[in-house]
C-alpha cells in the first residue's frame, strides 16, 4: 500500500506541476504569480500533506509499527490535512479568487461560490479527527485494563 500511495502523491505532483510549467512557458511568470494561479496551489498542499499522513502510516504498519498507534496518528494528521483543505478549497479559493477578480471577471459579481462536495471532505476530515482521538483512548482503556489484569495476577 506504501507504493500505491507513494505513486498517488507522484501524480498529484505531476498533475499540479507539469499545467503550471506550460503556463510559466507561455505567460510571464509575474503574471502567473499575481493572479489565480496561485491561490488554486493553496488547496492542494493540504490535500498533499493527507496522503503523505497516510503513505507514512502504511511505511509505519509494514516497518513493524503497532497498528493502533499508527492508526491514531494517520487518522488525526489526514483529517486534519482534509478538513484544512476543504475549508480553503470551499471558502478561501472563492473568496480569493473574487478577490483578485478583475471588474470584466465573472467572480467579480458574486457574493459566494463554493462546491458543496467539500463541505462533505472537510466533515470526513474531522470525523477522521475524532476517530483517531476516540482510537487513542480505546488504546489508553487497553493498556490500563492490561496493568489492572497483571496487578490482580500479583494479588491473587
Do not use: K
Not at 503574471?31 to 493527507?50: D, F, K, N, S, T
Request: charged share 15%.
Amino acid at each position: 500500500m506504501t507504493r500505491v500511495a507513494d505513486f498517488m502523491l507522484a501524480g498529484t505532483v505531476a498533475a499540479l506541476v507539469l499545467p503550471t510549467l506550460f503556463v510559466l512557458t507561455q505567460v510571464p511568470p509575474a503574471q502567473v504569480l499575481r493572479g489565480e494561479l496561485i491561490v488554486h496551489w493553496l488547496a492542494p498542499v493540504p490535500y498533499l500533506v493527507a496522503v503523505f499522513a497516510i503513505r507514512q502510516a502504511f511505511a509505519a504498519y509494514a516497518r513493524g509499527g503497532v497498528l493502533g498507534e499508527v492508526m491514531v496518528r494517520a487518522c488525526r494528521n489526514a483529517g486534519g490535512a482534509l478538513a484544512i483543505g476543504a475549508g480553503i478549497s470551499a471558502f478561501g479559493v472563492p473568496l480569493l479568487v473574487r478577490w483578485f477578480a478583475t471588474p470584466a471577471h465573472p467572480m467579480s459579481r458574486t457574493v459566494m461560490v463554493f462546491d458543496v462536495a467539500y463541505v462533505a471532505i472537510g466533515v470526513v476530515g474531522l470525523a477522521l479527527v475524532l476517530l483517531g482521538g476516540l482510537i487513542r483512548r480505546v488504546i489508553d482503556v487497553q493498556e490500563r485494563v492490561h496493568a489492572l489484569g497483571h496487578e490482580l495476577e500479583e494479588f491473587v
